[in-house]
């Protein structure tokens, strides 16, 4: 288990001068959240993100019964239930892989937690591409030779095993 500190810590934001900030997270320090909480009926609580410099921003509010002017109606069914949601997550591409195996254990360990713990942004699914992707440093695929359609010369390459799996 990795050693994941609870309770919230800002971003610390550092620009690269391409118009946008990123979060800061190294080998001492990387920003969490608080654990949530679901909000009182009535009322919500919004994380917001932006190109200006905010990074998961916590505010919290309440939905108004009317609005005393005209304006943007959203109304809230919440016995209507259309869809299940199972999760929320990232990718493991290559591209990703190269760069986390690149950090220091500790700077790896803080960025895991970042994403997958209760104190980060609770990541609980991945998507691995299979073979190669657009995020891929060169071409491949897991089975060339052509009409082997039994898979018998099919195996895992490098980036998979050694960064991925």
């Known amino acids: 288990t990795l050693p994941c500190s609870p309770g919230a810590r800002p971003c610390i934001p550092k620009d690269f001068g391409h118009g946008s900030l990123v979060c800061v997270c190294n080998a001492t320090y990387c920003d969490t959240l608080d654990s949530l909480v679901l909000p009182a009926p009535g009322s919500y609580v919004k994380y917001e993100s932006s190109k200006a410099g905010k990074r998961l921003e916590r505010s919290e509010g309440s939905f108004q019964g009317s609005l005393p002017t005209p304006g943007l109606l959203l109304t809230l069914n919440t016995s209507a239930l259309y869809q299940h949601l199972k999760g929320f997550g990232g990718s493991l591409s290559d591209a ?58 099919f195996r895992l390459v490098d980036e998979d095993v050694k960064m991925k799996v």
Not at 100 to 108: E, G, M, T, V, W
Not at 112 to 138: H, T
């Open 96 to 153: 990703a892989a190269m760069n986390i195996l690149r950090l220091s254990q500790p700077a790896q360990d803080n960025l895991l937690c970042s994403y997958f713990s209760k104190s980060g942004i609770e990541y609980n699914l991945i998507r691995v591409p299979m073979a190669c992707s657009d995020f891929s440093v060169r071409p491949y695929s897991y089975d060339d030779v052509p009409h082997d359609y039994e898979l018998k010369h």
